[in-house]
């Protein structure tokens, strides 16, 4: 049952499950460590990403269109959601804020459901890297390689901009002491409304990318959002190194024990958490703080 | 509000359980229906212990629903088990034992967090009752020909089949329900479990093990959904495997928040609106797959706008209509006038000593260190406090006052040095159990509930010292604790709140918060008393008024006192230590303070050239 080529396949495919996912926990990790909201939302921005980057598509046909309309589209949602709903649930209790994301994410998904129906939707993979590639050892699809690459590429800007930037400094230094970044005269809440925007988008630009692997249906945020957060507990809530430590665990946990037997994928996932959650509480690279 | 007329709330369920079939069949309602929003309700009771009353919010409901559910069912559809009642209890056992086993790891953490975690804990169950357990629960067929109850009474046998004959044994189950879960809220452990909600921190502080209550808290909202997921199998005569599912959770969530969370009956009141609203979009107004994005819209607005769901909208309107605004402004300005003229109240005694032999310095701290990091906030200080002694601290700002009162509560670790209070070593107890012991602080900043009422916040602070840290006393009514009430009244004048005990603590003027601030640690009758900063933000007459009533407390009792205001720490305390830079500066009477040089130094030269207050 385990043979060579199958194993380093499913390595292979864990490793482009871990990337898309720690991502998508980047997006929300930075979100909850600079406003300290938690976006339940956030596996709806994953699911729109897919279906405005499908509709660019249908209208251009152009692959590289739809991962920017895509992306664009779920960042200015994510803006508007800041300025209009979320904005007001600064000052209230997390329970509030888990909340108002969670009906909002269900108004997205059955909005998404209303629009193009349950039925699934392709989004096909761009020419440039369509087909499979002969690896030497095996074969694999090529498109697959090809999200481990872009998916680093956009990791690497979100890098840049976090730790290269006046605004990531901002963030960086919120997640640390908000209350501090308050008192030092910087314009929190406009920080705030970029950060959501930024979040939204690395959910939705991952959406896209990774519409080509697997169909688009309404219901597709929904088990990326648990992924998503099991990724962010191991990781630790905030940290940005943790999100993509914690993503390349979890994407490696899913895919070897689905070779063994799907059934058991989430089981071990959340044998991880709970062993990370009794050694390191704050998660592998977390730090004692917000909460 | 209600609370005067005892089981009118009970009454009112049974009027409305009994009434309800010749109601609401004109209203449309199936009977079906109302099994179903009977069922959700019963879901949500314990949920709404859990979520309205101790405030965590768990996604991950569906997998105690599901396990009760298909443990009941298994018994009944594959082991033979014919005892559908039985097989409800035995569900509700399975559930609750599972929900304790997830509670140990979902409640190592909090707020978001727990959140996630549950969502993750919820999915699991799923993936295991669809794939390795598919054998026992049917896989995604469900257990199908799950029976319905039947009782031989001897003479005759009773058989609730369907329709409103199962509406009978669902009520009734429903209103046991109720009974339990009015008892479990208005008990000692349902005061803690507010208390936790509003303020964990200080609910640990005054000496309760929140933790403990929290997994109380959690394996009784998992024992009721354990429950209702056996009635489900029972009213739809085939267990479900989508009880499993989040959307289960998100459903229940979504219900309560609508219905109003904290009220216990708006989980009911929500599903009456879900369900109905569902059948009334779908077949009536025809929106079809429609209908969930409506109700998706209808939960957000009523977060963002009506916090309280609808009947937390309605008891606000009931509160409005009723006149209750004027009358609170009246009792301020009566409690302001009455104030100086109160007589003073009997000194209150402290914790009787446990071990009355020893007779060394009440506290002993030795080589007491604090580092965090490169930072040094206290160094190496050496500090001893006889009984019965009022001692003073004082110190410029940045001193490390505040950091070595935390180090003596053991709110934080030293990080090296050792503490005796009493005789006993208490470096590395929790703050719970040394609040347990008989020491407790008051806080530099406000720690108040700050969602109840005065005479309720110093019920929680009563019940630490009169039930100690963990009991399971949740059928006790409150009135039943021995001493409480004298306890509190007792408190309530020596603070003197005896006026406002009944007033929401958001209510109250800040003097009278400060004074609430000392009345909660004082309510746990402590030996030693902690003050950090009791006068801080005061009028001078405030002050004047809480240096009385320091004294009144001081009587019988050790305190130690931290305060920028040296007027009245002098006049208050017989002896003061100087805190600077970390280290103890010089100890002595006021007097000797007074004059001494290196104190003036510190205050008036050097890098800390400030005055104090």
């Given at each position: 049952m385990i043979s060579w080529p199958n194993l380093v396949s499913q390595l292979f495919n864990g490793l482009a499950l871990g990337a898309l996912l720690a991502l998508i926990s980047s997006g929300l990790t930075i979100i909850y460590g600079t406003l300290g909201v938690l976006n339940l939302a956030h596996g709806a921005m994953f699911m729109i990403g897919g279906y405005a980057g499908f509709v660019t598509y249908q209208y251009t046909e152009s692959f590289i269109l739809a991962v920017i309309g895509g992306s664009l589209f779920v960042m200015l949602l994510g803006v508007v959601m800041e300025r209009v709903?979320?904005?007001?649930?600064?000052?209230?209790p997390h329970e509030d804020q888990l909340l108002v994301t969670f009906g909002l994410g269900i108004c997205f998904v059955e909005l998404v459901r209303l629009i193009f129906s349950s039925q699934s939707q392709l989004v096909p993979p761009p020419a440039l890297f369509q087909g499979i590639t002969n690896l030497g050892f095996m074969f694999y699809p090529t498109y697959r390689l090809a999200v481990v690459g872009i998916v680093a590429i956009a990791l690497g800007a979100l890098f840049i901009i976090l730790y290269r930037t006046r605004l990531g400094m901002i963030v960086r230094a919120g997640i640390e002491d908000s209350v501090m970044v308050d008192s030092l005269g910087i314009n929190v809440y406009r920080v705030f409304m970029v950060v959501f925007g930024i979040g939204a988008m690395a959910a939705g630009f991952a959406g896209i990318v990774n519409a080509p692997v697997v169909s688009l249906t309404p219901g597709i945020g929904d088990d990326i959002l648990v992924q998503t957060f099991v990724v962010v507990v191991i990781g630790g809530v905030g940290s940005f190194p943790g999100a993509i430590l914690g993503g390349l665990i979890a994407g490696e946990i899913i895919s070897v024990t689905s070779m063994f037997n799907p059934g058991y994928a989430y089981v071990m996932l959340f044998a991880a958490m709970t062993l990370v959650l009794v050694v390191r509480p704050h998660g592998l690279l977390g730090v004692q703080g917000r909460e | 509000m209600l609370k005067q007329r005892p089981l009118l709330i009970e009454t009112l369920t049974a009027i409305g359980l009994i009434v309800a079939p010749f109601v609401l069949p004109h209203l449309g309602f199936a009977p079906n229906t109302v099994n179903r929003i009977l069922v959700w309700g019963l879901f949500g009771l314990g949920f709404d212990i859990l979520f309205?009353?101790?405030?965590l919010l768990s996604f991950g409901q569906s997998a105690f629903y599901g396990t009760g559910g298909f443990v009941a069912a298994y018994l009944l559809t594959?082991?033979?088990?014919?005892n559908v009642l039985g097989a409800l209890i035995i569900g509700m056992i399975a559930a609750a034992a599972t929900g304790y086993l997830i509670g140990l790891i979902a409640l190592r953490r909090t707020g978001i967090y727990f959140a996630m975690i549950t969502v993750a804990i919820a999915e699991v169950f799923f993936f295991v009752e669809f794939n390795p357990l598919s054998d026992f629960?049917?896989?995604?067929?469900?257990?199908?020909?799950v029976p319905t109850p039947s009782f031989n009474l001897g003479f005759t046998t009773i058989h609730f089949t369907n329709g409103w004959s199962l509406y009978q044994f669902i009520a009734l189950c429903y209103f046991i329900g109720v009974i339990i879960a009015l008892r479990i809220v208005r008990s000692p452990v349902g005061a803690i479990l507010s208390a936790i909600r509003d303020n964990p921190l200080r609910a640990t502080a005054v000496g309760h093990n929140i933790h403990g209550y929290k997994l109380t808290a959690f394996v009784i909202a998992a024992a009721y959904a354990g429950f209702a997921g056996g009635l489900l199998g029972v009213l739809q005569a085939f267990m479900p495997?989508?009880?499993?599912?989040?959307d289960t959770s998100g459903q229940l969530v979504m219900q309560t928040a609508i219905g109003g969370r904290?009220?216990?009956f708006g989980p009911l009141v929500g599903a009456t609106v879900w369900l109905f609203l569902q059948d009334f979009l779908q077949?009536?107004?025809?929106l079809g797959a429609a209908w969930k994005l409506v109700l998706g819209v209808v939960f957000v607005l009523l977060v963002c706008f009506?916090?309280?769901g609808i009947v937390g909208g309605l008891v606000d309107l009931y509160g409005l209509m009723s006149g209750k605004r004027p009358r609170k402004a009246a009792e301020t300005e009566q409690a302001e006038v009455e104030m100086p003229r109160q007589a003073p109240p009997a000194p209150m005694h402290a914790k009787?000593?446990?071990?009355?032999?020893y007779s060394g310095p009440i506290l002993k701290a030795t080589g007491l260190t604090k580092r965090y990091g490169g930072l040094?906030?206290?160094?190496d200080i050496d500090f001893s406090v006889d009984h019965g002694e009022l001692r003073g601290i004082i110190g410029p700002n940045g001193a490390g006052k505040s950091t070595f009162f935390k180090m003596l509560t053991c709110e934080v670790a030293p990080t090296s040095g050792q503490i005796m209070f009493e005789g006993r070593?208490?470096?590395?107890?929790?703050v719970t159990e040394v609040c347990q012991l008989g020491l407790t602080k008051s806080y530099q900043v406000n720690q108040l509930f700050?969602?109840?009422t005065v005479r309720q916040n110093l019920t929680i602070a009563a019940l630490a010292e009169l039930r100690?840290?963990?009991?399971?006393?949740?059928?006790?009514?409150?009135?039943?604790?021995?001493?409480l009430t004298e306890q509190v009244e007792h408190t309530l004048a020596l603070v003197n709140l005896t006026r406002r005990?009944?007033?929401?603590?958001?209510?109250?003027?800040y003097g009278e918060k400060r004074r609430l601030e000392i009345g909660l640690a004082l309510a746990t009758s402590p030996r030693l008393l902690l003050l950090d900063e009791?006068?801080?933000?005061?009028s001078p007459r405030e002050r004047v008024e809480t240096v009385k009533l320091l004294k009144s407390i001081a009587r019988g009792r050790t305190m130690i006192i931290i305060d920028h205001d040296m007027d009245s720490l002098f006049e208050l305390v017989e002896r003061v230590t100087v805190l600077q830079e970390g280290r103890v500066l010089v100890s002595g009477t006021p007097e000797e303070i007074k004059t001494n040089a290196a104190v003036q130094e510190a205050y008036l030269g050097g890098v800390h050239g400030e005055i104090a207050a």
């Open positions: 709903i979320i904005r007001h649930f600064y000052h209230r | 309205g009353f101790t405030g594959r082991a033979g088990f014919s629960t049917g896989g995604e067929n469900g257990l199908p020909g495997p989508d009880a499993f599912t989040f904290g009220t216990l077949s009536a107004l025809g009506l916090r309280g009787e000593v446990e071990h009355p032999v040094v906030a206290n160094s070593d208490i470096t590395g107890l929790k700050t969602g109840l100690g840290k963990f009991r399971l006393d949740l059928f006790r009514s409150l009135a039943g604790v021995k001493g005990a009944d007033t929401p603590v958001s209510e109250l003027a009791p006068l801080a933000g005061m």
